[in-house]
């Protein structure tokens, strides 16, 4: 649909997006890496949600969008679409990504140690109003530790299996050609598990929040415990023709596992790309949420994924401002034809006993 029945047509559409893009002024090569370099975690969330890596690409979607992330995250899965796939990438396992931050709110003293890593969630949220009175606020420099973390961890859920704390479950193999994929297979139910994972990976933020934490506060089905959470830096080996694994660089991925604390320990799981640690908790929820006897609507699987996809959720949401001019006019001569029957049926028995006062007259 289109503003074409409007006074101007499509002169006024056209003057409608140029004052849209006037407000924004230029884009320019600065400025698109002033949002990359200064926006980083607003940048892995688009990247997560769009299902597309390319930190430049998503700072020029923002730039382009004026900061309107849905706007972004359209933009880039509309750019991901015309673009070949080329090959598939090797398998990553937990213990070949280069680990930033590892933490477990399970155990105290974990295989490895904890890794704070970068994070604001033991400091003061405190607003630097000194910039704008001109003063740059310079951060602290990070002091190096002695002994510097190992790269590589090997997982935490390992290492309970050991302990017989976790059942374990048979490894499976997979073909590259036989992997679904989301982006181009519709998304049918009963999900299966790699489709409900690639589902919760791209999914919206702030419904997949707003989901999670009902099924932590609100139905209080699954109280989770995150038992691993990592920020971290995933290889992407591929594959040559001729049979050589090379790399292709890293990508930045966000993991965790809860575990839940009822009957025996279960765990829900999730991962996507860029930095994003609410996000994976909410959805590793949800998905432990998922496995339960008679999930409570907020964790029905079908409910879930189709309620957290942000493309298509925010597109029927501001499809309303498009017109509906004939839909509307015909439920507004529909409400005019039953207001019309009512009063017709409320004046028709006074009116009929006017008319026998009448009779009753003239008879007299």
């Not at 597309?52 to 998503?58: F, R």
């Not at 155990?107 to 109003?129: A, C, E, M, N, W």
């Not at 302990?163 to 519709?186: F, K, M, N, W, Y």
Request: with cysteine.
């Amino acid at each position: 649909m289109a503003y074409v029945a409007t006074r101007g047509g499509e002169y006024a559409i056209e003057q409608a997006e140029r004052l849209f893009r006037s407000d924004l002024g230029p884009i320019t090569r600065g400025r698109v890496e002033a949002v990359r370099t200064g926006l980083p975690y607003l940048i892995d969330r688009v990247m997560g949600e769009a299902s597309l890596y390319e930190p430049d690409l998503a700072a020029l979607a923002l730039a382009q969008a004026g900061g309107d992330l849905y706007e972004a995250i359209l933009l880039l899965r509309a750019y991901r679409t015309t673009q070949p796939r080329i090959a598939v990438a090797e398998p990553v396992g937990q213990t070949d990504l280069f680990t930033v931050r590892r933490i477990s709110a399970a155990f105290k003293d974990i295989p490895g140690g904890q890794i704070l890593g970068p994070t604001l969630d033991y400091s003061h949220r405190l607003l630097q109003v000194d910039v704008l009175k001109g003063e740059d606020y310079v951060p602290e420099p990070v002091i190096p530790a002695a002994k510097p973390a190992p790269a590589t961890q090997l997982s935490l859920t390992s290492w309970q299996k050991a302990q017989g704390l976790i059942p374990e479950h048979p490894a499976q193999s997979v073909a590259p050609d036989d992997i679904p994929d989301l982006t181009r297979e519709p998304l049918l139910f009963p999900a299966t598990r790699a489709h409900k994972l690639q589902s919760l990976a791209r999914s919206d933020t702030g419904g997949t929040l707003a989901l999670g934490y009902a099924t932590m506060r609100g139905y209080s089905s699954v109280h989770p415990t995150v038992n691993e959470l990592r920020l971290a830096e995933a290889p992407v080996r591929m594959r040559h023709p001729c049979g050589t694994v090379f790399s292709a660089g890293r990508v930045r991925v966000s993991q965790t596992e809860v575990i839940s604390k009822a009957r025996e320990l279960e765990l829900g799981f999730s991962a996507t790309f860029g930095w994003n640690e609410v996000k994976v908790i909410a959805a590793a929820t949800l998905d432990l949420a998922s496995t339960q006897p008679n999930p409570h609507p907020a964790a029905n699987e079908e409910f879930v994924l189709y309620h957290t996809e942000p493309v298509e959720s925010s597109g029927f949401c501001i499809h309303f401002k498009l017109p509906h001019y004939v839909t509307f006019q015909s439920s507004l001569d529909a409400l005019r034809r039953v207001k019309a029957d009512r009063s017709a049926a409320t004046t028709k028995p006074a009116d009929d006993e006017k008319l026998a006062a009448r009779q009753e007259e003239v008879a007299l």
